[in-house]
């Protein structure tokens, strides 16, 4: 028991939500009977009923998660990608239970609340590394914008009267232009995710890959595109339309001006998720999308 007084977690969840709240309470009074310290962000404990041995931090940055060993995030999947932004920044690995529709990063749902508590008391959890990109946006051979995303970065028009026109290219060379919606520059963990909704395929976490996938396009090759992690994908905006955005992980926007380019590349650091089990990609690929697969048999024995 004393080994487990030192430990600490931190807790982020989507307090707006009334399961959250349930799902909060029950996870930060099992933590506690265990002796592991818990960590919530101030703003966030305001909404949550908590005892008072739960530490409070104010300002939201990485340093609140030092000394913490594990990243506990409450929520869909807009609450999971604010906590990849922690854990990115932190290090720290983070455990998503979802609370949402999908939940693709989610390692655990709601119904489990009970097993992800014990499982962390006895840290019977692994964890694994997914890869995330980073990307530059120049105008005019200056750098004017620099992000990251862990799903996607996404070139997109900015209003809904004309299209955006762009020129693709794949590690220095011009690939194809057209007039489309969008494009979507996509990891593997987030081939699942707004690639997924543009027709692009779908890729295995383990699979070290970049995606370019075009969103509406007035085109004849309009095709996903699947490159070499160490590509780098580039997206110019021709001049002489008006502005478009860029959207990273569907939370961090930024317009992009006549004649811009986004540049993606394989990021300098990866997001840590904490993994409860071996699951397979296939059996939660079945699972999230409720594929039918009635009628199956398996291989010959």
Not at 9 to 28: C, D, K, M, Q, Y
Not at 31 to 59: H, K, M, N, T, W
Not at 90 to 104: A, T
Not at 271 to 281: E, G, M, P, Y
Request: aromatic fraction near 4%.
């Amino acid at each position: 028991m004393t080994q487990n007084r030192a430990r600490t977690v931190f807790l982020l969840a989507h307090t707006g939500r009334p399961a959250a709240i349930r799902s909060a309470e029950l996870v930060v009074k099992g933590l506690l009977r265990a002796g592991i310290g818990v960590r919530v962000l101030e703003a966030e404990a305001r909404d949550l009923p908590l005892p008072s041995e739960v530490q409070l931090v104010g300002e939201a940055t990485p340093q609140c998660l030092d000394g913490c060993e594990l990243l506990i995030v409450l929520g869909g999947d807009g609450t999971l990608l604010r906590g990849a932004e922690f854990a990115r920044a932190s290090g720290v690995p983070m455990l998503g239970v979802n609370l949402g529709r999908v939940g693709f990063l989610a390692e655990a749902e709601r119904d489990d609340l009970d097993k992800v508590v014990d499982r962390v008391v006895s840290r019977a959890y692994e964890v694994e590394e997914r890869m995330t990109v980073d990307v530059v946006v120049h105008r005019n051979g200056d750098i004017v914008h620099t992000d990251w995303a862990l799903n996607e970065a996404a070139v997109q028009k900015a209003g809904a009267e004309k299209l955006l026109e762009v020129v693709l290219e794949i590690d220095g060379r011009p690939v194809t232009g057209f007039g489309c919606d969008g494009i979507v520059l996509s990891t593997p963990t987030g081939s699942t995710a707004y690639a997924f909704s543009a027709g692009g395929p779908v890729v295995w976490p383990e699979v070290e890959a970049l995606l370019m996938v075009p969103i509406s396009a007035h085109a004849l090759f309009a095709k996903p595109l699947v490159t070499s992690p160490d590509s780098v994908l580039a997206v110019e905006v021709l001049p002489h339309i008006p502005p478009g955005v860029l959207w990273c992980d569907g939370r961090r926007t930024v317009e992009l001006p006549p004649g811009a380019r986004v540049e993606v590349r394989r990021g300098a650091v990866p997001v840590r998720l904490a993994r409860l089990h071996h699951a397979s990609f296939t059996d939660r690929l079945v699972a999230k999308f409720a594929l039918p697969v009635s009628g199956w048999r398996g291989a010959p024995h």
